[in-house]
């Protein structure tokens, strides 16, 4: 697997804005030949919010030492922080071959890696283009909305069809509603279009929520808590949307829901700038403009007029397709690729063919201790049991197109494992097998801790495999009489 930690922070006080993103990366990685991992600094809520995935909660800033140390058996780690000083960039550059920094707003001088910043029109940001790291290779930015992160009931988008009249108006201002404005915003449109249904969304996090339940009528939604798919229904139905100018307003740009922003945070005004710009927006607003709701209400007399928000959503759909986790993971595939040949993960059960079929190769057949062929009835029942096995470790080696080149199996017993390997015949003779022994047993190492000692049996005519298994470091001790035939007994010692 390449391994990806996803180091982030979140609090009630301050929002979960960057777990909400780091969360979009992980539903794109969590699958296939990545592992990932969210390293949260954060509380309850926080946790809350990651209790389906993959995580570790600590205040890495404090506790940094933990974090890097982590970071040893990591390929790539991507930070999503406005908290963490520039030292601590530079140490996670020097464990990882691969560092990942998300940005907003240029928030500090990053050190070499690969910068991210999804914000509308960061493509023309004053990035530093051409600065060298003479410690580890270049700066590389992929900007823009091509590449801001959704969660994944967002990847993919569909037609929108303006109605001609605004007959429902969506709010909503992120998961704490830090600045209070639902109930305000509520008021004034129950004063001001009555006859409008109004629908609320308020986070988990939002202490105004009782506040809303007394405001609610007959024209009224009230709904906290709510799921990505629900959350996309709610705007997919709304004619309007009154939002803060965060990660949310991409999410609405993405249906194609004409909205008003209204800036909360300083780190969303180059949100507000740049979509007004590409006409997703109309106008500015701050949380702490005097006339705020005022103003509010004339935007909405403005965008009755049809035309104008069908140009809002067409300019939505068309900056925000989607895609942009997909972008961001196969950039990602492809650097590890460009330094590493092969990345490894478990087998499983849709592995169960293409294994059948290689372990039926006539050369793996020949050099292996029970040369019979094998029959598919015995190999379904032997692999689903192996793959449960937790003293057996079955690994795929993959190549950059995620065909397999090979396996590697460890049957273990105690501190003991005996190896097992064979490469797929369009993988032969590229020196993958030693590779593929180099990497496995660190692989092995790191979930079995208590292995000390691998064992190989190989014939003595099989040069091929003899010849990789002392370059991976095997030495040989003997010889051993298995099945009334004599194998040469290889260690590796850890």
């Excluded at 009630?12 to 539903?27: A, D, F, M, P, V």
């Excluded at 020097?94 to 500090?108: L, M, Q, W």
């Excluded at 190549?399 to 080149?405: R, S, Y």
């Excluded at 010889?479 to 007994?489: P, R, T």
Aim: hydrophobic letters at 35%.
């Amino acid at each position: 697997m390449i391994k990806v930690a996803i180091i982030t922070e979140g609090f009630k006080k301050t929002g979960y804005g960057h777990i909400t993103r780091c969360l979009s990366l992980y539903q794109g990685l969590d699958k296939s030949i990545f592992a990932p991992l969210l390293v949260v600094n954060g509380d309850k809520g926080a946790e809350e919010l990651l209790n389906k995935s993959n995580y570790r909660i600590f205040d890495w800033l404090i506790h940094g030492e933990p974090a890097l140390d982590l970071l040893n058996s990591y390929d790539i780690a991507i930070i999503d922080s406005y908290l963490a000083k520039e030292n601590f960039y530079k140490m996670v550059l020097k464990k990882v071959s691969i560092p990942v920094y998300i940005d907003d707003n240029k928030r500090i001088i990053y050190p070499a890696g690969i910068i991210i910043n999804g914000t509308i029109g960061s493509e023309h940001f004053n990035y530093p283009r051409k600065e060298k790291n003479s410690e580890k290779g270049r700066k590389e930015y992929l900007l823009g909305s091509n590449f801001i992160p959704l969660r994944k009931e967002f990847w993919v988008t569909s037609d929108r069809k303006i109605k001609k009249e605004v007959k429902t108006i969506l709010i909503t201002f992120g998961g704490q509603d830090l600045k209070n404005l639902s109930p305000k915003v509520l008021k004034m449109l129950q004063k001001e279009f009555p006859n409008t249904k109004k629908i609320v969304v308020a986070g988990g996090g939002a202490t105004n929520l009782k506040t809303l339940e007394k405001l609610k009528d007959n024209k009224t939604e009230i709904h906290s808590v709510v799921s990505a798919a629900k959350m996309r229904s709610l705007m997919k139905k709304s004619d309007l949307a009154i939002s803060a100018a965060g990660q949310t307003l991409y999410e609405l740009a993405s249906t194609g829901t004409p909205t008003i922003a209204v800036i909360v945070a300083d780190n969303q005004k180059n949100n507000v700038k740049g979509w007004i710009k590409n006409s997703f927006l109309t106008n500015e607003f701050q949380f702490e403009d005097k006339d705020l709701l005022k103003s509010i209400k004339h935007e909405i007399d403005m965008l009755s007029d049809t035309d104008l928000r069908v140009l809002l959503s067409c300019s939505g759909m068309r900056n925000v397709d989607g895609q942009g986790v997909e972008r961001i993971v196969a950039r990602l595939k492809e650097k590890y690729f460009e330094k590493e040949e092969l990345c490894f993960r478990k087998a499983m059960e849709e592995d169960s063919k293409n294994l059948f079929d290689l372990s039926n190769e006539p050369i793996v057949r020949e050099n292996s201790i029970n040369p019979a062929p094998i029959k598919w009835e015995y190999h379904q029942e032997w692999f689903s049991k192996r793959i449960k096995d937790k003293n057996y470790l079955l690994l795929l080696a993959l190549d950059k197109d995620e065909k397999l080149a090979g396996q590697i199996k460890y049957d273990i017993e105690k501190n003991n494992a005996v190896v097992g390997i064979s490469i797929s015949p369009d993988h032969r003779g590229k020196g993958y097998a030693s590779k593929m022994l180099i990497k496995s047993a660190s692989i092995l190492k790191e979930l079995k801790p208590d292995t000390n000692l691998i064992i190989a049996y190989i014939k003595e005519e099989n040069i091929s495999s003899i010849k990789s298994f002392e370059k991976s470091g095997y030495q040989l001790i003997g010889k051993e009489i298995i099945n009334d035939n004599e194998y040469l007994k290889y260690i590796y010692e850890f």
